[in-house]
């Protein structure tokens, strides 16, 4: 009797423990706000973007300005991934962890291509996509309420606007 009492109370703690881990997990992921929340979502899907695309562009580059921009992306947002996913880990987000239906579409047209046809539709794609980088990245740096990832965004927005200098200079290099 002694025995099940005792394995009973155990159990139940293990429960209760548990429950108050998901419960600290919960507040801890609540203490971040929505906007905050997104935007961490959509850097971590763009910079994974930016790294798969960019490895393509070493591969499948013709021009070597795009080659070495593409070279670029994946050592910076390699770098910048890696400072989100630790910023995260500590607030208990679960940042994606495979390209999203939109980017894979992207990685996928952009696989077919080849020579000066790839360069062009892949620095027309890292200017679009740079321009959108910089605005999300601004917007979160001047108005984020989480102070890590507003100082995420603050440290690598400089970073951002400068590839989108780069990608402008080597679209026009390959038009």
Known sequence: MKRN?????LVFSGLLLCAAAAQENQAN????PTADH????KAAQGGMAEVELGKL?????QNQQVKAFGQRMVDDHTKANDDLKSIAANKSINLPT???AKDQSTKDRLSKLS?????KAYMRDMVNDHEKDVAEFRKEA????????????HKTL???EEHLRMAKEADAAVK
């Open 38 to 41: 997104s935007f961490a979502m």
């Open 98 to 100: 495979s390209l999203d």
């Open 115 to 119: 020579g000066a046809e790839f360069d």
């Open 29 to 32: 992921r609540m203490t971040v």
């Open 158 to 160: 400089p970073v951002l």
């Open 5 to 9: 009492l005792l394995l009973t109370t």
């Open 57 to 61: 562009a070493t591969e499948k580059g």
């Open 142 to 153: 001047d108005h984020g309420q989480d102070p890590d990832l507003k100082a995420f965004a």
